[in-house]
């Protein structure tokens, strides 16, 4: 089992629609957790960071955390073609040097 | 500089021979890490600083693996006797804490390909 597991997709959403990325993790020490845009040959951007349960806005993105179920997951409302990328969900693991990512999602917007 | 900056960005190596990539972290940063990036994966992480303690190597591969950052600063990842399944992209990547929060700023990354 990854420590950090992902859906890799390829997620298909029509422009306007809700886009919904899922992510499990197995350390329960684990205490942030993050979520990293990277387009197609270039490196990952920090587009959200979460640590309490429940939800977290930042204009068109929620974080969503449950950390009894120890799941995360990140909603793009109003999804644009530019949304487009793979989306890799990352855990700040409980002995707080290593950042785990999984394997990322693809997410594709057709207009 | 204003970002993090690895070279080179593109290497390639013959089968057994050792190669070196460089990371330039953004200027105050005390954290580091480095990870690698197979071709549709995510990133594996390798090692990690802290100025120029190095805290935690257990993600290096093997013993060709080896990392250094002598002046808290600049880092270089070195791989000896490359082999064909140490074609990646390495990433590098700092954050300005000195406690890793995984608010990670990343460069471009160096793609290595061993023929």
């Known amino acids: 089992q990854k420590e950090v597991e992902q859906n890799s997709g390829p997620l298909s959403v029509p422009e306007g629609a809700i886009a919904s990325l899922n992510c499990t993790y197995s350390?329960?020490?684990?205490?942030?957790f993050f979520w990293y845009r990277q387009y197609s040959g270039k490196s990952p951007e920090l587009i959200m960071f979460?640590?309490?349960?429940g939800d977290k806005e930042d204009g068109r993105f929620t974080a969503q955390l449950n950390k009894a179920s120890q799941y995360v997951s990140l909603l793009i409302r109003d999804s644009q073609p530019s949304d487009s990328a793979t989306y890799l969900c990352a855990a700040l693991y409980s002995s707080a040097s290593k950042i785990i990512f999984g394997s990322g999602t693809r997410l594709s917007i057709r207009p | 500089g204003a970002g993090v900056s690895q070279s080179p960005r593109y290497k390639v190596a013959k089968r057994g021979q050792d190669v070196a990539l460089r990371c330039d972290p953004i200027?105050?940063?005390?954290?580091l890490f480095w990870y690698q990036q197979a071709l549709g994966q995510g990133p594996e992480f390798l090692t990690y600083f802290q100025n120029e303690a190095q805290l935690d190597k257990s993600g290096l591969p093997s013993d060709r693996f080896f990392a250094e950052r002598p002046e808290g600063s600049v880092s270089t990842l070195k791989i000896q006797r490359t082999q064909q399944e140490d074609s990646a992209v390495y990433l590098c990547a700092s954050s300005h804490r000195g406690r890793n929060t995984g608010e990670l700023f990343f460069g471009e990354g160096s793609r290595l390909t061993v023929l």
């Open positions: 979460i640590y309490s349960n």
């Open positions: 350390d329960r020490g684990s205490q942030s």
């Open positions: 200027s105050g940063h005390v954290s």
